[in-house]
């Protein structure tokens, strides 16, 4: 049983970064797609962005695109998600999924595991 863990969600002011780590267990996550996906609140959750295995390709959410950056390191089983001049509409929780097909995929319903989420709070 794969098993995800995210992690370094906090409260941080607008136009600050956050990096959040999102580590994987239990499986084989060299293989994996991975995405994140956020969800604020009374919203449904949405793609941000997604890396294929390799780390090869990279596909982002317009909303995020230029100030997040999503890379992978598979000797540690890791994947980032590295957010610069965040904004409080990026407020959200956050969550990490994994794609056993190996591919990016910004429909959440394709993917197979998923964290329980690290909370991202931006203050105006």
């Known amino acids: 049983q794969v098993q995800l863990v995210e992690s370094g969600g906090g409260l941080v002011q607008a136009g600050g970064s956050l990096r959040l780590s999102c580590a994987a267990s239990g499986g084989t996550f060299s293989r994996y797609g991975m995405g994140w996906f956020r969800q604020a609140p009374g919203k449904e959750r949405e793609f941000v962005a997604g890396?294929?295995?390799?780390?090869?390709?990279?596909y982002y959410a317009d909303s995020v695109k230029g100030r997040f950056t999503i890379s992978r390191d598979n000797a540690k089983n890791t994947v980032y998600l590295r957010m610069n001049s965040l904004k409080p509409e990026d407020t959200a929780v956050y969550y990490c999924?994994?794609?056993?097909?190996?591919?990016?995929?910004?429909?959440?319903?394709?993917?197979?595991?998923w964290g329980q989420g690290t909370q991202v709070t931006v203050s105006s």
């Open positions: 890396i294929s295995w390799s780390g090869g390709f990279t």
């Open positions: 999924a994994a794609d056993v097909a190996g591919r990016v995929r910004t429909d959440q319903a394709l993917y197979d595991y």
